[in-house]
């Protein structure tokens, strides 16, 4: 496996670091543990944080529990997906925690191994699934979709304005054979749409993998369960931080903290009303991006949107 190195790493921690440093006995769930490489850095910098790390992919679970075993019982794993924070935080005792964070979108490991069919630059079967153990794979949604269905899975998750196109040259190519090849579906893609388009913007499959993968895993809806639960099973002084990779998940994240930290008091009375008051506080106004120095060390983080909010009421 490639040399894996954490996202906006030392800003994660710095952000955390006021909601952990204000409890005696500190605890945050790392939503998205993947190859836990955040968790292992919090855990060193406070002797005694307890970290919950949350990943739905069993062999993420596995690596990060090798990982992490020298730490005991200060870090705990379970394997579910993240919009059951409540139920996971719930396992191990706890009602509220200190801290949660989210990275979101495919983890290093998964882009890494070539077979789980999450990246058009190689070719495997065609699956995508971030838990191997259940769901539909890309293959079936490729091959037994509609045709009103995958134009809609590729305009709403790819925001692909050449979805027709594409998805009747995979019409064409599904009733000669099932389509079951990364590799094959990324041609088909290049193919199928204009030229000058295929010049610019990177690899053209990109927008069609995403929305695949999306679909495959319907990340945006269990982040827009997820995140008001997050919100939700923070104590007073909590903090959330999440790091988005496209801007679809960034649109619901900006979403859920412009309404979590706004006054509900009606805008023509002169005073502020107590219990309509905002029960957070953006941490961070708008969202940051990476450093060129971070740009240098992590080229995987040219994408990253951050963004984070503090409770400030119960």
Same mark, same amino acid.
């Given at each position: 496996?490639?040399?894996?190195?954490? %996202?906006?790493?030392?800003?994660?921690?710095?952000?955390?670091?006021?909601?952990?440093?204000?409890?005696?006995?500190?605890?945050?769930?790392?939503?998205?543990?993947?190859?836990?490489?955040?968790?292992?850095?919090?855990?060193?910098?406070?002797?005694?944080?307890?970290?919950?790390?949350?990943?739905?992919?069993?062999?993420?679970?596995?690596?990060?529990?090798?990982?992490?075993?020298?730490?005991?019982?200060?870090?705990?794993?379970?394997?579910?997906?993240?919009?059951?924070?409540?139920?996971?935080?719930?396992?191990?005792?706890?009602?509220?925690?200190?801290?949660?964070?989210?990275?979101?979108?495919?983890?290093?490991?998964?882009?890494?191994? %070539?077979?789980?069919?999450?990246?058009?630059?190689?070719?495997?079967?065609?699956?995508?699934?971030?838990?191997?153990?259940?769901?539909?794979?890309?293959?079936?949604?490729?091959?037994?979709?509609?045709?009103?269905?995958?134009?809609?899975?590729?305009?709403?998750?790819?925001?692909?304005?050449?979805?027709?196109?594409?998805?009747?040259?995979?019409?064409?190519?599904?009733?000669?054979?099932?389509?079951?090849?990364?590799?094959?579906?990324?041609?088909?893609?290049?193919?199928?749409?204009?030229?000058?388009?295929?010049?610019?913007?990177?690899?053209?499959?990109?927008?069609?993998?995403?929305?695949?993968?999306?679909?495959?895993?319907?990340?945006?809806?269990?982040?827009?369960?997820?995140?008001?639960?997050?919100?939700?099973?923070?104590?007073?002084?909590?903090?959330?931080?999440?790091?988005?990779?496209?801007?679809?998940?960034?649109?619901?994240?900006?979403?859920?903290?412009?309404?979590?930290?706004?006054?509900?008091?009606?805008?023509?009375?002169?005073?502020?009303?107590?219990?309509?008051?905002?029960?957070?506080?953006?941490?961070?106004?708008?969202?940051?991006?990476?450093?060129?120095?971070?740009?240098?060390?992590?080229?995987?983080?040219?994408?990253?949107?951050?963004?984070?909010?503090?409770?400030?009421?119960?």
């Amino acid at each position: 496996m490639a040399k894996h190195v954490s %996202v906006l790493l030392e800003r994660c921690i710095e952000l955390l670091t006021p909601a952990i440093e204000r409890s005696k006995n500190p605890v945050i769930v790392d939503a998205t543990l993947g190859l836990g490489g955040h968790t292992e850095a919090l855990l060193q910098r406070f002797p005694n944080l307890v970290v919950i790390g949350i990943d739905r992919d069993k062999d993420a679970i596995a690596f990060a529990s090798n990982r992490l075993a020298n730490y005991g019982e200060r870090f705990k794993s379970v394997h579910a997906v993240y919009d059951q924070m409540q139920k996971c935080i719930e396992e191990f005792g706890y009602r509220k925690v200190d801290g949660i964070l989210f990275d979101l979108g495919v983890s290093s490991m998964q882009l890494d191994e %070539v077979e789980r069919g999450f990246s058009y630059s190689h070719d495997a079967p065609l699956d995508m699934r971030m838990d191997k153990t259940q769901g539909r794979t890309a293959a079936d949604v490729v091959n037994l979709s509609s045709r009103d269905e995958l134009i809609s899975i590729l305009r709403r998750y790819g925001e692909e304005r050449f979805a027709p196109r594409i998805v009747d040259a995979i019409l064409r190519r599904r009733a000669i054979s099932p389509m079951n090849s990364t590799a094959e579906l990324a041609a088909l893609v290049k193919e199928n749409i204009p030229a000058a388009t295929r010049r610019t913007g990177g690899n053209p499959a990109k927008r069609t993998f995403q929305a695949l993968r999306i679909a495959v895993n319907d990340e945006l809806n269990v982040l827009s369960s997820a995140i008001p639960a997050s919100l939700e099973a923070l104590v007073l002084g909590g903090r959330l931080v999440v790091m988005s990779f496209q801007s679809l998940e960034d649109r619901i994240v900006k979403a859920f903290f412009a309404d979590a930290s706004e006054s509900k008091t009606p805008r023509e009375l002169p005073v502020e009303i107590p219990e309509l008051a905002a029960k957070f506080m953006l941490v961070v106004r708008g969202n940051e991006t990476p450093s060129p120095a971070e740009l240098a060390e992590n080229p995987r983080s040219a994408s990253v949107r951050l963004r984070a909010i503090e409770r400030v009421a119960a």
